[in-house]
């Protein structure tokens, strides 16, 4: 079953889809899902993945939620710490609204770098944590996507916007926080055994080599998808990766 929910605190407002058994108020294993940069919670591919989760394990949900700024969320401009505040949101509204004893995420691209800031960061909640090719230096793939006179006008103090179906507001303090936050420096071997990274072969946004490199520093598991892009947008790929992250969570 679907089930469209609105965490609404502190002035914030989170739009949400929850994937769910028969009752949404006691889900006790929950696998927080993530989208990419300009993404949402409409994606396919978390949507393939939920349902089957919910039709393969008992006790299993899964929850997908736009970003700030993406999808159907109010806010205009990128603020770095504002997506860790989304996440803090929909972790308490897991445990406390759904009654989940166990935390799983499953994240790709931009929202996989956010999971991996996440947990350097603020801490660890999840029981296990799959990512599908992850933006290991988030901070490059933005000034890829930028031109040269996009970069001059930040420099300059002023705004661009930045975006595929929805436009959002980006400035310089973004980047630097992406900078700032790298999430390389940090260390991951405490998790290394519950992690496991996707990455597609033929990926022309996020470099495979980033996590491939990343996965070997840290002793992650990492499993290079032959044919696959960023996306995943093959149906083949698409349900590989979904079956391999449903089983990555199976009940223990």
Known sequence: ME?????????????????YQKDFRNIPHMVICTHGFGGNKENHSAA???????????????????WPCHGQDARKKLVLDEFM??????????????????????????????????MAEIGNPFKKVGLRCPGINMYQLMLNNLSEEEQAKLK??????????????????????????????YEYFDWADDMLILHGTKDKLAPIEDSQKFADDNVIEFI?????NHTFSDPKTSDFAAHTMVELFKPE
């Open 3 to 19: 089930k469209y929910i609105d965490i609404n605190k502190n002035g914030l407002s989170v739009r949400c889809k929850l994937f």
């Open 48 to 66: 393939k993945f939920a349902q089957q989760l919910i039709s393969k394990y008992k006790g299993y949900g899964a929850i997908v939620f736009d």
């Open 224 to 228: 290079p998808v032959e044919n696959a």
């Open 156 to 185: 300059k103090g002023k705004e661009v916007s930045v975006g595929y179906e929805r436009k959002m507001k980006c400035d310089q303090k973004f980047l630097d926080d992406l900078k700032n936050s790298d999430i390389r420096k």
């Open 85 to 118: 505040t989304y996440l803090t949101l929909v972790i308490d509204y897991c445990r406390e609204e759904l009654h989940a004893q166990d935390l799983y995420n499953y994240s790709v691209s931009f929202g996989a770098y956010l999971t991996l800031k996440y």
